[in-house]
């Protein structure tokens, strides 16, 4: 995912005195901006001191995030790792090196297909920059702390439309805590929890009951009436509603990745009279599961958003009258809940 630029995350490094740094604790100004007053050093041939970093035109600046890219690619050697670590494409990893080497004029790595080394020039631009991101950051947290707020990014993954049932609680977050940049990740239903146990989100947004011993579960942030995705030609395609009863005679598709707690929401394992429901072939997304229903005998249990906003040729949804409405919440990691994730919590409490 790429991120736009943000006022806030746009600096322009040039040869010119530096301004200070206002707005931070007394120490953390003193230190940030002490340092940046003593840089003085001398020049060698391509040195970044010569460089001149000033945007070439007007809002092309050097942007905190590609600062921030450079020197992780500079630890971990490794474009993966480096998008990985810091939650971004590799796509956005070499395109950030690649202006970062336009502006320079000479190459920061040395690329071969199973290495990736600093040239001296990114060596010496390594020496450059991490004291000072280091210092930025630091000065950040300093006042970030005084202030009782939390700062950073906090990535929601969310089903499908999903994400504007919980609109307002995530408009509510932004204007409670304006330091923290919101991103969102789409994420199956069909393995709700496979992205927040690989930690590509903080958070999920997902249907109750979730009895997973590593996962923690926030208030209820809204419901959903239950319906049933049959195929235009499937029997139970004219009925005003069905019953879970008339799940016996059904066969229902099955996720790759989904908890038996959360299973039961959708397609229980047996009708109210106790007659097993037949299982499916397992899929892996929710459009192999809408063509596979379009397709064949196969029935799915879905929330009536589907309805609104997947209306697909050859799908009918159909009530089922006697579902309770599915209960959503957002839920975390417990071994790695975050000041980012409690506040968004609490938001989410205070509604």
Known sequence: MTEPPRPSDTFHFTK????????LTAATEQ???????NRG???????????????????DGVELRDIEIFLTLAEELHFGRTAERLRVTPARVSQAIKKQERRIGAPLFERTTRT???TPTGKHLYQELSAGYRQIM???????????????????????????????????YRTRHPAVEVRHRDIQPTAPLDELRAREVDVALVWLPVHEPDVAVGPVTHSCDVMLMVGAGHP???????????????????????????EE????????SGRPIARGPAVSNWHEQIALVAGGDIVCGVVDDAARFYAWPGIVYVPIRDARPAQWALVWLTAHETPLIRALVQAAADA
């Not at 230190?31 to 007053?37: D, I, M, Y």
């Not at 050093?41 to 809002?59: I, Q």
């Open 16 to 23: 010119s005195e530096p301004e200070p740094i206002r707005g």
């Open 31 to 37: 230190q940030v901006n002490g340092g940046l007053a």
């Open 41 to 59: 050093r001398t020049a060698t041939a391509r040195s970044v001191d010569s460089v001149d970093l000033a945007p070439s035109r007007a809002g």
């Open 116 to 118: 990736v080394r600093l």
């Open 138 to 172: 630091d000065g950040l947290r300093a006042v970030a702390a005084n202030t009782g707020g939390v700062h950073g990014v906090l990535t929601v993954g969310a089903m499908g439309a999903q994400p504007w049932r919980i609109a307002d609680l995530l408009d509510r």
């Open 236 to 262: 139970l395609a004219g009925r005003e509603s069905v019953c879970w009863e008339d799940l016996g005679d059904c066969t229902v598709l099955t996720g790759t990745a989904v908890p038996e707690s959360m």
């Open 265 to 272: 929401t959708f397609h229980p394992r047996h009708t109210p």
